[in-house]
């Protein structure tokens, strides 16, 4: 008898908040799959109740304590035949949610992956934030604590791209503050239960959302999105001309050198080159 045809993993994105975001083909995706895995059985129980789709007997969890000793038995029903389902709570699975491993061991061993994409809070918030969207690097929760905390910090505070955390309530307050020291007084945006009935979008600057936000009375899911740094000034001629005699110093050609000055100071290498050039001219 031959091998079954391969199923696929389909990355089913679910509503943050408002039930009504949900998509006539997630809805569809939930209602055939063979099996969904969800962060939480009850939560997406509920949610399929919501929508009129049976759960029992397909529900199955994966979440942040079991997805790498899952993967055998989902990889092991894909190569079967079987479409799996894969959910979060809320949003899209695999961007701060379970899912990720899964993907990845997917991909690998060479079977299908598909997305119904949909909700996210993370793209949701930037969009709404009023910030710059052309470049954006999503940090996701940060540590919390020690030395891995604070180079995140010193990351995000060099970092020219908007930057998007997401943040416990409680936690809030403190994160802010940690984000003046790091970043300086930066444009800010704190969205919170994006799509809920109590929808709230804060928009100012760091030290004044430090204010209104310090009494830590803050309920709901929080999003967190900050403005870049302002771009390093560029280099001025003196700087390339010292860069560039101190490569010819040690040695390098001309060519060498601008290459390793462009790189290094973010100039144009034919700049760099023609200061070579001229440096190597007046001690020749």
């Known amino acids: 008898m031959p091998p079954a045809e391969p199923g696929a993993v389909v990355l089913v994105a679910t509503p943050i908040g408002n039930l009504g975001d949900i998509s006539a083909r997630a809805s569809e995706t939930l209602a055939a799959a063979d099996v969904i895995c969800c962060e939480d059985t009850r939560h997406t129980r509920a949610l399929l109740s919501a929508l009129g789709i049976r759960g029992a007997g397909r529900l199955v969890s994966l979440h942040q304590h079991n997805e790498s000793a899952r993967l055998a038995d989902v990889l092991g029903w894909v190569a079967g035949g079987r479409t799996v389902a894969v959910v979060s709570d809320a949003g899209t699975p695999g961007i701060s949610d379970p899912g990720a491993l899964l993907v990845a061991a997917a991909a690998a061993a060479g079977l299908p992956v598909r997305v119904v994409p949909g909700a996210s809070s993370v793209v949701a918030a930037l969009v709404v934030s009023g910030l710059p969207t052309e470049r954006y690097c999503v940090e996701g929760f940060l540590p919390r604590s020690g030395p891995a905390r604070?180079?995140?910090?010193?990351?995000?505070?060099?970092?020219?791209?908007?930057?998007?955390?997401?943040?416990?309530?409680?936690?809030?307050?403190?994160?802010?503050?940690?984000?003046?020291?790091?970043?300086?007084?930066?444009?800010?945006?704190?969205?919170?239960?994006?799509?809920?009935?109590?929808?709230?979008?804060?928009?100012?600057?760091?030290?004044?959302?430090?204010?209104?936000?310090?009494?830590?009375?803050?309920?709901?899911?929080?999003?967190?999105?900050?403005?870049?740094?302002?771009?390093?000034?560029?280099?001025?001629?003196?700087?390339?001309?010292?860069?560039?005699?101190?490569?010819?110093?040690?040695?390098?050609?001309?060519?060498?050198?601008?290459?390793?000055?462009?790189?290094?100071?973010?100039?144009?290498?034919?700049?760099?080159?023609?200061?070579?050039?001229d440096l190597r001219a007046t001690t020749d």
């Open 150 to 277: 604070r180079a995140r910090l010193a990351s995000i505070g060099a970092d020219e791209r908007t930057t998007v955390l997401l943040e416990a309530p409680r936690r809030l307050a403190d994160t802010l503050a940690d984000l003046l020291g790091a970043c300086g007084n930066r444009a800010v945006a704190i969205a919170r239960e994006l799509t809920k009935v109590h929808e709230e979008v804060w928009r100012g600057r760091l030290a004044d959302a430090v204010a209104h936000f310090s009494s830590g009375d803050v309920r709901g899911e929080i999003v967190v999105v900050i403005a870049g740094a302002a771009p390093s000034p560029p280099a001025s001629d003196d700087e390339v001309a010292v860069a560039v005699a101190a490569r010819l110093a040690e040695g390098a050609g001309v060519g060498q050198a601008a290459t390793d000055v462009a790189a290094e100071l973010g100039v144009a290498r034919r700049r760099a080159y023609q200061v070579a050039l």
